[in-house]
Nanobody, 117 residues
Framework: QVQLVESGGGLVQPGGSLRLSCTASGSILSINAMGWYRQTPGYPRGLVAGITSVGSTNYADSVKGRFTISRDNAKNTVHLQMNSLKPEDTAVYHC???????????WGQGTPVTVSS
């Protein structure tokens, strides 16, 4: 009954841009925070960016100045604009919702991002 639908991943050259989107639907009680974690094979998920319903944002140091997170509360949708992409940004990006940035409750299936020449 809870579903997160992600889109926007793909293959891009270093320095390029991608825009990820995620829409939440179903019976979600704690939807205060939405955002993105990413996972590299063999490593746990790490926070990329999160945003609360009142607009407070949090970014990983490695993406500050390059990525911008935004949301549409009426549509339960979050976006991640990723500019100046680097090979180290390569990962599977997972959308989440939860009561806070550090307490995700639901995850999307993930959309892969590959930054390579």
């Amino acid at each position: 009954q809870v579903q997160l639908v992600e889109s926007g991943g793909g293959l891009v050259q270093p320095g390029g841009s991608l825009r990820l989107s995620c829409t939440a639907s179903g019976s979600i009680l704690s939807i205060n925070a939405m955002g993105w974690y990413r996972q590299t094979p063999g490593y746990p998920r790490g926070l990329v960016a999160g945003i609360t319903s009142v607009g407070s944002t949090n970014y990983a140091d490695s993406v500050k100045g390059r990525f911008t997170i935004s949301r549409d509360n009426a549509k339960n949708t979050v976006h991640l604009q990723m500019n100046s992409l680097k090979p180290e940004d390569t990962a599977v990006y997972h959308c989440y919702v939860g009561p806070s940035v550090v307490a995700p409750q639901y995850w999307g299936q993930g959309t892969p991002v590959t930054v390579s020449s």
